[in-house]
């Protein structure tokens, strides 16, 4: 048998001649078996240059150490961000993670979860699309997959939901930009790609007939997930129509307030707090690179680090089958001042 034809585990025991389940038991576990072994099998592994797959061990076992990780849009970097914390906590407890984008896309999104079920993973921690998901197809998927929501609520689907506070969000930037200048105006997605956007308005709203002021929403064209073009043609449009009663912004979140910062600089408008500037804006998410904007944006920012952990632990507790009953688990944001506000 040539080095180029082991095709699997069974040919690689045969040909190094060592037992098929000591050979099994050192890929799952080097330290399982006697050190003389190890060393045998590890100079066969150099010899023959062979790697098992993994996914095939994987297919084999009851319980799969794979892990499915759904987001809407990958390259949405809030989305990007909690799924890099996600990764690296499914792999520091020896899980398999591999991740998955929807694409902003409700038939990709189902096409993902039945791919899914082919992977027999161990639990999935799914960010679902929102309005635009098929709440069937959602709630079959969970029935059959141990799966922790993650930021977008749908009900209660899966083991629990774990998401930021996104009424503490709107709630505690509208006080402060209130404390600190003009009264913000609330600059939305007329037809907003995720439900937490309504959750912000709504709370933009109380917070502001609590402080004794008149909201202000602006609603632009546009839906889906390209919020900076949007973000930045409804600002071309509002502030060309002066549609802005105060000198203050307040983005729905940060990817909109990017391509409002842009439209202030197209038009020669100067962002930012203090003398010489004609308005301030903010956004919402803490979106990892709003500190390179011109100028830095101000914000609030989910807690990547414990949103992360603490669905990540949740979904680790049901996996070793501890089952506790649904719940829902909001983690505060923290206020970001920078100089755009």
Not at 64 to 70: E, S
Not at 317 to 337: C, V
């Given at each position: 048998?040539?080095?180029?034809?082991?095709?699997?585990?069974?040919?690689?025991?045969?040909?190094?001649?060592?037992?098929?389940?000591?050979v099994s038991k050192y890929f799952n576990d080097p330290d399982s078996v006697?050190?003389?072994?190890?060393?045998?099998?590890?100079?066969?592994?150099?010899?023959?240059?062979?790697?098992?797959?993994?996914?095939?061990?994987?297919?084999?076992?009851?319980?799969?150490?794979?892990?499915?990780?759904?987001?809407?849009?990958?390259?949405?970097?809030?989305?990007?961000?909690?799924?890099?914390?996600?990764?690296?906590?499914?792999?520091?407890?020896?899980?398999?993670?591999?991740?998955?984008?929807?694409?902003?896309?409700?038939?990709?999104?189902?096409?993902?979860?039945?791919?899914?079920?082919?992977?027999?993973?161990?639990?999935?921690?799914?960010?679902?699309?929102?309005?635009?998901?098929?709440?069937?197809?959602?709630?079959?998927?969970?029935?059959?997959?141990?799966?922790?929501?993650?930021?977008?609520?749908?009900?209660?689907?899966?083991?629990?939901?774990?998401?930021?506070?996104?009424?503490?969000?709107?709630?505690?930037?509208?006080?402060?930009?209130?404390?600190?200048?003009?009264?913000?105006?609330?600059?939305?997605?007329?037809?907003?790609?995720?439900?937490?956007?309504?959750?912000?308005?709504?709370?933009?709203?109380?917070?502001?007939?609590?402080?004794?002021?008149?909201?202000?929403?602006?609603?632009?064209?546009?839906?889906?997930?390209?919020?900076?073009?949007?973000?930045?043609?409804?600002?071309?449009?509002?502030?060309?129509?002066?549609?802005?009663?105060?000198?203050?912004?307040?983005?729905?979140?940060?990817?909109?307030?990017?391509?409002?910062?842009?439209a202030c600089y197209v038009n020669g408008i100067t962002v930012g707090h203090g003398e010489g500037c004609a308005i301030r804006v903010a956004g919402q998410?803490?979106?990892?690179?709003?500190?390179?904007?011109?100028?830095?944006?101000?914000?609030?920012?989910?807690?990547?680090?414990?949103?992360?952990?603490?669905?990540?632990?949740?979904?680790?507790?049901?996996?070793?089958?501890?089952?506790?009953?649904?719940?829902?688990?909001?983690?505060?944001?923290?206020?970001?001042?920078?100089?755009?506000?």
């Open positions: 048998m040539s080095d180029s034809s082991i095709k699997n585990m069974e040919q690689f025991a045969a040909i190094s001649g060592i037992s098929r389940p000591t006697r050190r003389s072994s190890r060393e045998r099998i590890e100079a066969a592994i150099e010899k023959y240059n062979y790697r098992p797959n993994i996914f095939a061990m994987n297919q084999n076992r009851a319980l799969t150490k794979n892990i499915g990780i759904v987001v809407p849009l990958l390259s949405d970097p809030y989305f990007s961000e909690i799924a890099r914390n996600l990764e690296q906590h499914c792999i520091d407890a020896g899980y398999r993670p591999t991740l998955f984008s929807a694409h902003g896309d409700s038939k990709h999104e189902v096409e993902v979860l039945d791919n899914l079920r082919s992977l027999k993973p161990a639990g999935v921690l799914l960010a679902p699309l929102g309005r635009a998901s098929d709440q069937d197809v959602l709630e079959k998927f969970c029935a059959d997959v141990p799966t922790l929501i993650f930021d977008s609520n749908v009900g209660e689907c899966g083991i629990e939901f774990v998401g930021s506070d996104n009424f503490q969000f709107a709630r505690d930037i509208t006080n402060y930009l209130c404390r600190s200048g003009e009264p913000p105006c609330f600059f939305e997605m007329k037809t907003p790609a995720n439900p937490n956007a309504h959750r912000r308005r709504q709370s933009y709203l109380a917070a502001m007939e609590e402080f004794g002021f008149e909201p202000q929403v602006i609603s632009v064209e546009g839906e889906g997930w390209a919020f900076e073009e949007i973000g930045f043609r409804g600002a071309q449009d509002a502030l060309l129509k002066k549609a802005f009663a105060t000198n203050t912004v307040l983005c729905s979140n940060d990817r909109l307030a990017i391509g409002f910062l842009s998410d803490g979106h990892p690179l709003t500190r390179y904007t011109c100028p830095p944006l101000t914000t609030i920012s989910h807690n990547y680090e414990a949103v992360s952990l603490q669905a990540a632990e949740a979904l680790f507790a049901a996996i070793d089958g501890q089952k506790q009953p649904w719940k829902s688990t909001r983690i505060e944001g923290k206020l970001i001042l920078r100089a755009s506000a």
